[in-house]
């Protein structure tokens, strides 16, 4: 098998996995689970307190409903949301005070199945930000690229038209990624590299017809592996290394789940891949590149299930947010586990500083833990706001929360 070099011009999020330690990494959020996509940053440690003199409100503003996770540029925020059911907005916002900077609006209401809809039918994915664009996926599998100065649309794609494949039954969820000069995502019933400048499509892989199996939930993630640059794919059925220029099946892997329910962005240990599914489990797989054809092998299984949150990966060990609502810590060396919590909530939002967690439920509720293998280490916790599902941005010193009906900012302080 042939071994590809990175491309000259790197995505941001490539760039910031190699710059983490440079100081690029620690004053912006640019994508869904931050600079490195991993769900970590790099940055001061966190006080020890949640309380409001360590962690302090700094302005808020009122929102339509969404899901989306806050994006956070060098001096303004972009949020979405749905407006009165029928369109979808996108705004910058100053990151100093919350004043609107521009916004930029297409319809794009739809209704998901029933038991997706608990708290809504809303725009549900985080968008993507380079520097000079931002990209926004729609509900109805569309995407669109704003000039991130000005709002202006620099073009958008109508995957269903581009390739009449069905409505997305849960829609257009799984987040864009940013590699070089392109964008790549789960639409259209297949995953999809387009130009990022203009919207061309260069290829389509891991085609899987659309419709109610083709409402990919997972985001892509980019690694290396072994020397070969890839971008790791979770479908609703299979976890598939996919080359960035080509659009090759490098390798592929069948993932268990109840109705596909693979929604975890799948993460890397030590050249292995953890990932973990609602009705299927928590797996380690180890990838060999070397033979003529690539082989995929099962390193451990364990029967815990993770569920809609991404594990943080510290120290060989994951730490997973479960489909009964208790958090568990996995050695990934041997796929045991270290401990497993009393059940929290439905969902966690995670966002690791070295060894401090921050996890935000969606009863609004904040998490200060001390990720340490052998017990659960919890600082401290403080309720923040309600109905909460969108994923938390942390940024220098700022803390981005983002409820159902507003967007605010609190600042850490250290007394």
């Known amino acids: 098998m042939p071994i590809h070099r990175l491309p000259p011009l790197m995505t941001v999020a490539a760039l910031l996995i190699l710059a983490r330690n440079t100081g690029l990494a620690e004053s912006t959020w640019p994508q869904w689970r931050g600079p490195s996509r991993d769900g970590r940053m790099a940055g001061d440690a966190w006080p020890d307190s949640l309380d409001e003199a360590h962690l302090a409100p700094q302005w808020r503003v009122e929102l339509g409903p969404s899901y989306s996770g806050p994006i956070v540029a060098e001096d303004r925020v972009f949020v979405t949301e749905t407006v009165d059911r029928k369109s979808e907005r996108v705004s910058a916002l100053s990151r100093t005070d919350g004043r ?80 070089g000069d392109s964008v790549y995502v789960q639409a259209g019933g297949g995953f999809c590299r387009l130009d990022k400048q203009t919207g061309k499509l260069h290829w389509r892989t891991l085609e899987d017809g659309g419709g109610m199996w083709g409402s990919a939930f997972s985001s892509p993630y980019f690694t290396t592996l072994h020397g070969v640059p890839q971008i790791l794919v979770q479908t609703r059925q299979r976890l598939a290394g996919i080359d960035p220029e080509s659009g090759e099946v490098l390798w592929s892997t069948p993932v268990e789940a109840f109705r596909g329910m693979n929604i975890v962005t799948p993460t890397v240990y030590e050249q292995q891949l953890f990932t973990s599914s609602y009705g299927g489990g928590s797996w380690l797989f180890a990838v ?128």
Not at 128 to 137: C, K, Q
């Open 100 to 179: 609107v900077l521009w916004q930029a609006e297409w319809p794009g209401a739809m209704t998901v199945p029933f038991f997706a809809r608990a708290n809504g039918d809303w725009i549900r994915a985080t968008p993507a930000y380079d520097g000079a664009s931002l990209y926004v996926a729609g509900m109805r599998d569309l995407l669109v690229c704003l000039d991130a100065a000005t709002g202006r649309e620099r073009w958008r794609v109508d995957f269903m038209a581009e390739f009449e494949s069905p409505l997305p039954s849960f829609g257009f969820v799984s987040s864009p990624l940013v590699l």
């Open 288 to 415: 060999d590149l070397g033979a003529a054809e690539a082989t995929v092998d099962l390193v451990w299984r364990n029967k815990l299930q993770g569920y809609m949150s991404s594990p943080i990966i510290r120290d060989g060990h994951a730490y997973l947010h479960l489909r009964n609502r208790r958090f568990a810590c996995l050695d990934l060396t041997t796929g045991k586990e270290r401990w497993i919590t009393r059940p929290y909530g439905q969902y966690w939002s995670l966002v690791a500083n070295d060894d401090r967690l921050l996890a935000l439920d969606e009863t609004g509720e904040l998490y200060l833990i001390r990720l340490n293998p052998q017990e659960f280490d919890l600082l401290d916790s403080r309720r923040l706001t309600d109905n909460s599902w969108a994923h938390l941005a942390v940024a220098g010193e700022e803390v981005f929360v983002r409820d159902i009906a507003a967007l605010t900012v609190y600042r850490w302080r250290r007394p």
